[in-house]
Structure formats: C-alpha cells, structure tokens
C-alpha cells in the first residue's frame, strides 16, 4: 500500500470513530472513506505553516496541507462535519482538556489551527 493510501486510510478509520453523534447512517464509513480518497492526488504538498483561515469551515488550498487536513477534509465532504468549528467549541467549553496549553503553551483557542494538530483530534 502507498504510504498516501495509508494515511488516508488511518485518516478515515479515525473520524468514522469520531462521529458518534450523527445519525446512525448504513453507509456513513463508505462516504467518509470515498471522501478521503478524493484527495490523492490533489493534496499533493506537505506544509505544516500555521495559516489565518476563515472560521467556520476554512481550510488551507487543497493541494497543501498536513495529514490532520486530510480527516477535516473528508469529514466536511463526506459527512458534512465541520471539525473546525466543533472542535473550536469542544475545547472552548474543556480547554483544559486539551494537550494545547501544555504541547505548544496556547493561552486559548485558535480557529487556524486547533482543528489542524492530531493530538487535539484525539482528544475530541
């Protein structure tokens, strides 16, 4: 397997865990996995830059970006979640939760980038 389809596929199996709040839907796994996919070949660049992007459902250009892109990339497309914004409210109400104050000494929540670093996904 590609190291790209890997991602993708850890990527996938990591938001369709996350979703527990949606509506139990047959096939939600399969859109989400078909959103993911959609991607290779399109975010072709690495580039971790912090970036201003607009709030709610920014997003850096497609063609760049990190693997954590790739998980709000295929949830907004596939499953019409905006991990933005809902991880933007989870850590507004539980900061403190949250590896951001500890791992990179963030004083609160930043739209640009909470949603963008794997450890805070994982603590969503």
Not at 49 to 56: D, E, K, L, N, T
Request: with cysteine.
């Amino acid at each position: 397997m590609r190291r790209r389809e890997f991602l993708v596929a850890i990527a996938a199996t990591f938001l369709s865990q996350s979703v527990w709040a949606l509506p139990a839907q047959k096939n939600r796994g399969e859109l989400l996995a078909k959103a993911a996919r959609a991607q290779l070949g399109v975010t072709t660049s690495y580039d971790p830059s912090y970036v201003r992007i607009a709030y709610p459902n920014g997003d850096v250009p497609r063609q760049t970006g990190i693997c954590a892109d790739v998980v709000v990339r295929a949830g907004r497309d596939g499953l019409g979640l905006d991990l933005q914004k809902l991880v933007h409210e989870d850590m507004a109400r539980h900061f403190d939760a949250y590896p951001s104050r500890a791992r990179w000494g963030a004083r609160g929540t930043d739209t640009n980038i909470d949603h963008r670093r794997v450890l805070n996904l994982e603590t969503f």
